[in-house]
């Protein structure tokens, strides 16, 4: 149990209109703050006004990426109460992320208290719009002031959160994706399955690229072979062959996806066979050729699921759906988002109310 304190904010700012909300821009009243120091643990966890901090420019993380970070959302019940969705899924991956970074952990408890503390502080402003939420960003930085290639000493973790509008405000809208043959966004023994900043400046790249070409994301593929599926932008991938689900298998290279996780678990619970193995581009363009590719979709926090409508690789295109969202990828994203705005029951005990 952390032993929080709570400096409150002297002046509450206005809340934003949840019909612009650009994502990611816009933050709350109050930031959660926690220091680690060698020999000490971390210590002085705190809830204070949102505001910036002075660093060194020697400080480590700007110059080696020692860093790794959450993302996760508060809803709104219709009953006007908040809840978090399997917040200690996000504690259990951040510490994995810490041991492939040489950070110190945090226990999943204080985790999950210091999120809570501050969406608790700033409970007024998870918005109360059908689809919209509050995004959480826990995250940790090396802070040591010094340019010498190690781990270290000092940490901070930080919890800082934006209101954030309806991801699909007219509805769910299939995206464009082509195979990304040039860049690679992770490799086994790389950071791929942490959620860590570096892996995110190495794929900017592509996404830039494709969306200068009307792409909405890129299909990474391996960095080894450059043949087998991993992920889509930054969201797990998933296809429906024929009856059965396939998605990559968690190699190492690819990201642990909550949502993920809770589409394989909602699937097989419904009966489907699942398969989590290694799937070449090969295999899906054959597959969307012969006409058994059904659905095609990523998975993430932030979209929930986003349908795909259309594959591309080199020259080759497929149109995934009729270029619509499919019928078993309506029903996830219809079963998850029930859950998670609390319309629907949760028979898997995965929402966490904050008081
Ligand atoms: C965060 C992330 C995902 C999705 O994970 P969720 O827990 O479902 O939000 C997928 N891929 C990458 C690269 C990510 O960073």
Excluded at 68 to 92: C, H
Excluded at 137 to 144: E, G, H, K, L, M
Excluded at 328 to 343: A, H, S
Aim: include cysteine; aromatic fraction near 10%.
């Amino acid at each position: 149990m952390l032993d929080i304190k709570f400096t409150p904010a002297a002046a509450p700012k206005p809340l934003p209109d949840p019909d612009t909300l650009v994502f990611g821009r816009t933050f709350t009243d109050h930031m959660f703050l926690m220091n680690y120091d060698a020999g000490q643990g971390w210590h002085d966890p705190r809830v204070e006004p949102y505001g910036p901090l002075p660093f060194e420019l020697s400080c480590m993380v700007f110059h080696y990426a020692q860093e790794i970070f959450e993302g996760m959302k508060a809803y709104r019940t219709p009953d006007g109460k908040v809840q978090l969705f399997r917040p200690y899924e996000n504690a259990s991956r951040m510490n994995s992320s810490c041991r492939r970074m040489c950070i110190p952990e945090i226990p999943e408890e204080d985790f999950v208290q210091a999120v809570k503390a501050v969406v608790s502080a700033d409970k007024r402003w998870v918005p109360e719009k059908m689809g919209t939420s509050l995004y959480i960003r826990p995250f940790i930085i090396a802070t040591d002031s010094s340019l010498g290639v190690h781990a270290s000493h000092s940490y901070l973790f930080a919890v800082i959160c934006c209101p954030v509008g309806a991801y699909y405000p007219e509805g769910l809208n299939p995206v464009k994706i082509y195979v990304e043959d040039e860049d690679v966004r992770a490799v086994k023994g790389g950071t791929g399955f942490t959620k860590c900043g570096g892996n995110y400046a190495a794929s900017i790249r592509a996404g830039e690229r494709a969306e200068e070409q009307g792409y909405s994301q890129v299909l990474w593929l391996d960095g080894v072979h450059r043949k087998y599926i991993e992920e889509v932008g930054s969201m797990n991938v998933m296809f429906k062959v024929g009856n059965t689900i396939i998605t990559p298998e968690l190699t190492g290279s690819v990201l642990p996806g909550i949502t993920r996780k809770s589409c394989l678990e909602l699937m097989r619970d419904w009966g489907f066979s699942v398969e989590e193995r290694l799937i070449s581009a090969r295999e899906l363009f054959d597959a969307a050729q012969a006409g058994s590719l059904e659905e095609a979709w990523g998975t993430g926090t932030a979209a929930v699921v986003s349908p795909i409508g259309l594959l591309a690789q080199g020259d080759t295109k497929v149109e995934v759906s009729g270029g619509r969202i499919g019928r078993l990828t309506q029903r996830l994203y219809d079963t998850l988002t029930g859950i998670q705005w609390g319309t629907e029951p949760d028979p898997y005990g995965w929402v966490e109310p904050v008081e």
